[in-house]
């Protein structure tokens, strides 16, 4: 694995700071994820759990998606890869799910979040409304909670990926 991931700056300001934390954690999941074959990726982390890679990049493509299209800005756009009859379905893999077409979808939807969250400030309210609670949040409640979304699922990733090929790293 090469680790080309960058640091946020040590002085920036809030706005930066966050944007680049949150980088850094997509990031990580990528590294995670570097010079696997599809088959590797596909590998659960242990049973009975279904957890693998390239589920863990599905997730996080749906969770961009959710919070920074359809909480953010309001936007008509339904889930990539669970549905309600599977809820989990991000993580029910087939030998037809690949790492180029999940990277393709997932790096598309950061795009988009980094599109959306470019019309607001840290204050702003979401148009949207958590779909469950109904909630509205700031941008800045978005930033950390994906941070922390991220950092959860990739000390997952850290596990899966030493216990796939001995590779390790923070």
């Not at 680049?20 to 010079?35: I, M, N, S």
């Not at 990277?103 to 148009?127: G, H, K, M, S």
């Not at 909670?145 to 923070?170: K, Q, V």
Request: hydrophobic fraction near 35%; proline fraction near 3%.
């Amino acid at each position: 694995m090469t680790d080309e991931r960058r640091m946020p700056g040590t002085t920036a300001d809030e706005r930066t700071m966050l944007e680049g934390w949150l980088d850094f954690h997509r990031q990580t999941l990528a590294w995670k994820c570097e010079g696997l074959s599809d088959e590797q990726l596909r590998s659960a982390s242990v049973e009975p759990s279904n957890l693998s890679l390239l589920g863990l990049v599905r997730h996080m493509a749906d969770v961009e998606r959710s919070w920074f299209r359809r909480v953010l800005a309001d936007e008509d756009a339904p889930p990539l890869f669970f549905s309600e009859a599977d809820p989990d379905g991000e993580f029910h893999l087939t030998e037809a799910d690949t790492w180029e077409r999940t990277r393709e979808v997932w790096q598309a939807e950061i795009e988009a979040a980094r599109a959306n969250a470019a019309r607001f400030a840290l204050d702003d309210l979401t148009e949207g409304k958590h779909r469950r609670t109904g909630e509205r949040f700031n941008l800045r409640w978005l930033y950390t909670h994906m941070i922390e979304e991220y950092a959860r699922h990739n000390g997952h990733a850290d596990l899966i990926r030493e216990r796939i090929d001995g590779a390790t790293g923070d």
